[in-house]
């Protein structure tokens, strides 16, 4: 088993940054795809980012592109997603979601439903 623990989120103002980590425990991630979704008030869960356990396949919703970078450290077993130029539909929180996949080192997935572990999120809000 997989244990997921995002940090980092808080209140920022339209415009500013904000840096979110993905601490796993429980089983090394280095072989794991990994993501962020999001989930904003009265909506649907949606994709944010996410990147392959090797390779450079990282894929980012077009929302988010050229603002979000996701990124990993597997010595420290850890994700991250910098945010920045956020915005006020930014507001949501940000879920850290894991799948394994050694043998599809270079893949990557956009459902919810196909991620098997899940942190239990940490609030993003963006005043304007």
């Known amino acids: 088993q997989v244990q997921l623990v995002e940090s980092g989120g808080g209140l920022v103002q339209a415009g500013g940054s904000l840096g979110l980590s993905c601490a796993a425990s429980?089983?090394?991630?280095?072989?794991?795809?990994m993501a962020w979704f999001r989930q904003g008030p009265g909506k649907e869960r949606e994709f944010v980012a996410a990147?392959?356990?090797?390779?450079?396949?990282?894929h980012y919703a077009d929302s988010v592109k050229g603002r979000f970078t996701i990124s990993r450290d597997n010595a420290k077993n850890t994700v991250y997603l910098q945010m920045n130029s956020l915005k006020p539909e930014d507001t949501a929180v940000y879920y850290c979601a894991a799948r394994p996949a050694l043998n599809q080192y270079n893949s990557i997935w956009f459902r919810d439903s196909e991620y098997d572990y899940w942190g239990q999120g940490t609030q993003v809000t963006v005043s304007s």
């Open positions: 429980g089983r090394l991630i280095s072989s794991y795809a």
């Open positions: 990147l392959p356990w090797r390779g450079y396949n990282i």
